[in-house]
């Protein structure tokens, strides 16, 4: 969960349930629509709530290594998400520029664009593929 706790505005490491052991984490009901809905219709929410399940922490904690000889080839793109309780502006722009991009597109939605403004994400997506 380290970007999480490097990012003082994500909401994220609040918003979790821990299971027991550490090893898995699910957000808390009351949670839920500020972290990752906070701009999508109620029934948006409760329908997303009712496929929420423990999730695996170990793809946070492992280490990644990437080479300029493999990953570095692959052209990068970044859909911003302005209005993210779950991973800050600020936090977006550092990873931009630790790992620069050849654009950056910029939405004002939560964490999720695909259940706030899906038009928009599609558009990006499609910019993107073309």
């Known amino acids: 969960m380290g970007m999480s706790q490097s990012d003082g505005d994500s909401i994220v490491l609040q918003s979790l349930d821990m ?3 550490q090893s898995t984490a699910t957000v808390k ?23 929420l399940d423990n999730q695996s922490l170990e793809p ?17 793109v970044y859909i911003e998400t302005t209005n993210d309780h779950a991973v800050s502006n ?14 950056v597109y910029t939405t004002d939605t939560s964490h999720l664009p695909m259940a706030s403004k ?12 073309a």
């Open 19 to 21: 299971s027991e052991d």
């Open 60 to 76: 946070f904690a492992a280490e990644a290594t990437v080479t300029d000889e493999n990953f570095g080839r692959v052209p990068r």
């Open 90 to 103: 600020a936090m977006q722009r550092k990873m931009i520029s630790n790992l620069p991009v050849e654009k």
């Open 118 to 129: 899906p038009e928009e994400l599609g558009r990006n997506l499609n910019d993107i593929a």
């Open 29 to 51: 009901d009351d949670a839920l629509k500020n972290l990752l809905y906070n701009d999508v219709p109620d029934e948006v929410v409760e329908a997303a709530r009712k496929r």
